[in-house]
């Protein structure tokens, strides 16, 4: 199929170059991401002949041929979240936590937007922290636990929450509004623009609400668009 008419999350599944090429254009392909390239081109007035080249480029330019995580198991793609992806989330969260109210106490008079800012890195911080705990503790064994169980023949692993897909669909709930909490502060800082003679707190702030920004990305399309799928088709038509 044709880059242009896949949809985008299939090509950030297919080819993990193109995630820094979405990233540097502000192509949602992650809850977002269930619409072709031409079409989000077309809605965010993206050249399409530009995005194709910038994603070929990519692809030549990776260091090494990245194996999809779609051919690896689920138990590799689930030591490598719980690593890559929640430990810097909860690092990235303290931090934020800190830069957010330092600079609100600072600059909040006269720029009210930070009181928000404030607001939204502690309702992520509030959702995030029960979240993953949730996912390194009954998730993530179980689906390892049914990957085993398909891999062996054996029968599936007792769940007290019944079908897998009711915790996936109460994570993915959960992802949704940290997105929506997420484009909220993007919003509200102009998409991380900085006010004339900021202080290099502010500038650290900025910097690290975009690096969390897609830090969360990455990590919600690793999860949604490749581990939960693959959990459910496991899982069979329990
Ligand atoms: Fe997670
Ligand atoms: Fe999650």
Redesign the pocket.
């Known amino acids: 199929m044709q880059t242009a008419v896949k949809q985008v999350r299939d090509l950030a599944i297919e080819q993990p170059s193109s995630v820094r090429v979405f990233e540097r254009f502000g192509i949602d392909y992650c809850c977002g991401g269930r619409k072709p390239l031409e079409q989000v081109c077309a809605e965010q007035q993206i050249s399409l002949p530009q995005i194709l080249e910038k994603l070929a480029e990519a692809e030549q330019a990776a260091p090494e041929p990245v194996e999809p995580w779609t051919t690896r198991s689920c138990a590799d793609l689930v030591e490598h ?1 719980v690593h890559q ?2 430990a810097p989330t909860r690092t990235e969260l303290d931090r934020l936590i800190a830069l957010s109210h330092k600079v609100r106490n600072r600059h909040g008079a006269n720029h009210p937007e930070l009181v928000q800012v404030e607001d939204l890195v502690q309702q992520i911080a509030d959702e995030m922290g029960p979240h ?1 705990d949730k ?1 390194e503790r009954v998730l993530f064994p179980y689906i390892v636990s049914l990957e085993q169980a398909h891999q062996t023949g054996a029968p599936k692993p007792y769940a007290f929450f019944g079908s897998v897909a009711y915790p996936i669909a109460a994570m993915m709930a959960d992802h949704d509004i940290v997105g929506g909490a997420l484009a909220s502060i993007r919003e509200h800082t102009r998409h991380f623009e900085l006010p004339d003679g900021a202080c290099p707190t502010y500038h650290a702030l900025y910097a690290t609400l975009a690096d969390f920004e897609r830090l969360t990305h990455r ?1 919600v399309h690793l ?1 949604n668009n490749v581990l939960f799928p693959r959990a459910i088709a496991f899982a069979g038509t329990e």
């Open positions: 979240i992806c929640h993953m996912e990590h999860e």
